[in-house]
């Protein structure tokens, strides 16, 4: 078990570039999700996925960003036409159906937007 | 809808002493509840967790935490803290209608000082 990976751990991007982050979970959970950290604030929740199915998103989850998790292992977050209000963590955590209350998280990729 | 309180944004105390760090929730459904502390530059790790049956939960690294559903209330707390509890607190509701998504709130900055 290596724990939930993120990559890269950091970003710096021009306004209006795209960027993709991955998240790797842990081996054998179905179960992955996404959160957005900004300084001096709690995680909130983006989207989460079951296998490769994208079973909810929330209303953060703006039409310039979009979530894929195709093979019902590794997960990519992409923004498009980045803006500086996307400056923040982002978290992925990783669990099974059976035990959904109790997810592992990855160290963050922190994006930098100028 | 959820919403999670944390009353406090930043706390200071003295190593050795005991600490109580506080937590209001709201929910209209039945809710699980965690603690996750944060490490500068790294991820969430998971403290403990109120699922269900006993009130008073203990978790790692000494901390415990007591579920009030009266008072709505889940605060963590410790008898005797080391300067390396200095750490990001949260605070964090899920339920089964949220595809247990976590709902977190804005953190409780604990520094311990000699």
């Known amino acids: 078990d290596t724990g939930v990976s993120q990559n890269p751990r950091h970003k710096i991007t021009k306004r209006g570039q795209n960027v993709t982050f991955r998240c790797d979970p842990i081996?054998?959970?179905?179960?992955l999700y996404w959160y957005r950290q900004t300084l001096g604030q709690g995680p909130e929740f983006l989207t989460y996925?079951?296998?490769?199915?994208?079973?909810?998103k929330s209303r953060l989850l703006s039409d310039r960003f979009s979530a894929e998790r195709p093979k019902g292992s590794f997960s990519t977050l992409e923004i498009q036409r980045t803006e500086q209000g996307d400056s923040a963590m982002y978290l992925c955590?990783?669990?099974?159906?059976?035990?959904?209350?109790?997810?592992?998280f990855g160290p963050g990729t922190r994006l930098t937007v100028t | 809808a959820q919403s999670v309180t944390q009353l406090d944004s930043q706390v200071p105390v003295f190593e050795e002493a005991p600490v109580e760090l506080r937590c209001n929730y709201s929910?209209?459904?039945?809710?699980?509840l965690f603690w996750y502390v944060q490490y500068p530059n790294q991820g969430l790790q998971l403290l403990l967790k109120?699922?269900?049956?006993?009130?008073l939960v203990k978790g790692i690294n000494g901390f415990e935490a007591e579920f009030n559903k009266s008072q709505t209330s889940f605060h963590l707390r410790k008898p005797s803290v080391h300067i390396s509890d200095t750490a990001e607190y949260f605070c964090?509701?899920?339920?089964?209608?949220?595809?247990?998504?976590?709902?977190f709130g804005k953190g409780t900055s604990l520094l311990v000082t000699p």
């Open positions: 109120y699922l269900s049956g006993s009130t």
């Open positions: 929910s209209s459904v039945s809710v699980y």
């Open positions: 081996s054998e959970h179905n179960r």
């Open positions: 996925f079951q296998n490769e199915a994208q079973l909810e």
């Open positions: 964090a509701v899920s339920d089964t209608n949220s595809g247990y998504a976590l709902n």
């Open positions: 955590a990783s669990t099974t159906t059976l035990r959904s209350y109790e997810q592992y």
